[in-house]
């Protein structure tokens, strides 16, 4: 079975910078591409950014285009998202998913684990 723990969550000012951790175990995390979702409070789950298995094809959504990176370490099995330039509009909680496969995918339906989330919260 696959579990996804999430960490690097936290309080920050607006401007400031976080990275988060995805750890996977329980299966091989070379055969699983990546993602990142998020909630805000009274919001729908929301895309984030995808990771191919090989790390090699990216995607973000358009209001974290060029401030987030998603990444990856085969060996270590483990994803990261790397969030720079925050402003309150990226508070939310922050969770990690993994769906079989190579191909990413901005579909939250076509992930099939997912980690219990991280809280973010960026204060102006």
């Known amino acids: 079975q696959v579990q996804l723990v999430e960490s690097g969550g936290g309080l920050v000012q607006t401007g400031a910078s976080l990275r988060l951790t995805c750890a996977f175990s329980g299966r091989s995390f070379s055969s699983y591409a990546m993602a990142w979702f998020r909630q805000a409070p009274g919001k729908e789950r929301e895309f984030v950014a995808s990771i191919s298995v090989s790390g090699a094809n990216t995607f973000y959504a358009d209001s974290v285009k060029g401030r987030f990176t998603i990444s990856r370490d085969n060996n270590n099995a483990a994803a990261y998202l790397q969030m720079n330039s925050l402003s309150p509009e990226d508070t939310a909680v922050y969770y990690c998913?993994?769906?079989?496969?190579?191909?990413?995918?901005?579909?939250?339906?076509?992930?099939?684990?997912w980690g219990q989330g991280t809280q973010v919260t960026v204060s102006t």
């Open positions: 998913a993994a769906r079989i496969g190579y191909s990413a995918s901005s579909r939250a339906a076509e992930y099939d684990y």
